[in-house]
């Protein structure tokens, strides 16, 4: 458990560490983009190119948290994350894209993965 | 639903709001639940886990800051990861903007408006705000978000008191909303084989940099890498057609 700031530290210390640690290094960046986006055309290729990088950085993220999962989610086997996040989008390519049809089979996956593979 | 151009502005932020609750808001509110949980194993009040949903508004850097306060790590190092894994913002906020500003607009508006920038508003607002009359895509934007955040920080709060009292698939099943709604809501928005292939690329070579890369550069590197090759692949074909 990472201790408070010893000088800071009081009783409204976690909601501190929230807005310092967490909120500031996150809305920095959406308030940056507000500034950068001035003067940019819906379709300019520049905006084409960031909305495919921010596209990639998603699909990064997912692989991180399947790969690397936080918390209880680490129950689960490599195997059974993988299937749950392969099972939802073979739904979304198989079903034209029924959304909630999606998550409730890779959701199924992983609660039945666990169930069957994990010790817990 | 679509939206006229000659609807008062409290009935498009009804649709906005129905549309969120249609189902996108009820996905990010049952994957925030695994926040309040988070922030209940780390000790913090209830209050920060709420406040988390509503003023950081991201579910990964959520899960990094208390998953990194559970393990141990400095402070420094906690909002610098952080601040990685919301790189993503500044490209995702640039490419929706263009959507929501209107002449004469404040940058105080404007500001707000980006704070509700994360995947499903920006996945569900690229799709759907150009079909809609560009004087009224603020207040149906708003309505949208606004309903995706009153649930989620419903969830949070549940998620504080009820996740322990889960047994250990469900409660593994709720924070794996996140990643398997990520997903979801990247497929549902493919348009081109450019998308498929930034969607693709950035699943594929995020672990590899995780493993070659690391320091918390490692996501922004394999979004670069992903992204670029998927735009270059985009302008060929267009240029081919």
């Known amino acids: ?120 | 639903m679509s939206v006229s151009a000659d609807w008062s502005w409290p009935r498009v932020a009804l649709a906005g709001a129905r549309d969120a609750l249609m189902l996108p808001a009820w996905i990010v509110g049952f994957g925030l639940i695994g926040i309040g949980s988070l922030a209940h194993d780390v000790g913090y009040p209830v209050g920060v886990a709420v406040l988390s949903t509503i003023l950081v508004w991201a579910g990964p850097s959520q899960v990094l800051f208390f998953a990194s306060i559970a393990a141990g790590a400095a402070w420094s190092a906690i909002a610098i990861a952080v601040g990685f894994a919301s790189l993503r913002f500044l490209p995702m906020t640039m490419a929706i903007m263009p959507l929501l500003r209107r002449p004469g607009q404040s940058v105080w508006q404007q500001l707000l408006l980006s704070h509700y920038v994360a995947v499903t508003a920006w996945t569900e607002g690229l799709r759907r705000l150009p079909g809609i009359p560009p004087h009224q895509r603020v207040v149906y934007f708003l309505g949208f978000a606004n309903a995706c955040m009153v649930v989620s920080s419903i969830g949070t709060f549940s998620g504080y008191y009820l996740l322990g009292a889960l047994p250990t698939p469900f409660a593994a099943g709720l924070l794996c909303l996140t990643p398997i709604f990520f997903l979801v809501s990247l497929t549902a928005g493919l348009r081109h084989l450019a998308d498929v292939v930034a969607v693709a690329l950035g699943l594929a070579l995020a672990p590899l940099c995780e493993r070659f890369i690391g320091g918390g550069f490692d996501l922004i590197v394999s979004g670069l890498i992903a992204g670029s090759i998927a735009f270059l692949i985009g302008r060929r074909r267009k240029a081919a057609a």
């Open chain 1, 1 to 120: 458990m990472t201790q408070p700031i010893a000088l800071l530290d009081g009783p409204f210390w976690p909601y501190l560490a929230l807005i310092l640690f967490a909120v500031l290094p996150t809305e920095i960046w959406r308030w940056l983009a507000v500034g950068l986006a001035r003067g940019l055309d819906t379709d300019s290729p520049l905006l084409e190119w960031v909305r495919m990088v921010a596209t990639a950085l998603l699909a990064g993220i997912v692989a991180k948290l399947i790969v690397s999962p936080p918390g209880v989610l680490a129950a689960a086997p490599l195997f059974v994350r993988v299937a749950a996040i392969g099972a939802a989008a073979a739904v979304m390519a198989l079903t034209r894209r029924r959304m909630m049809l999606a998550v409730l089979t890779g959701e199924a996956v992983l609660v039945g993965g666990v169930f069957l593979f994990a010790k817990f």
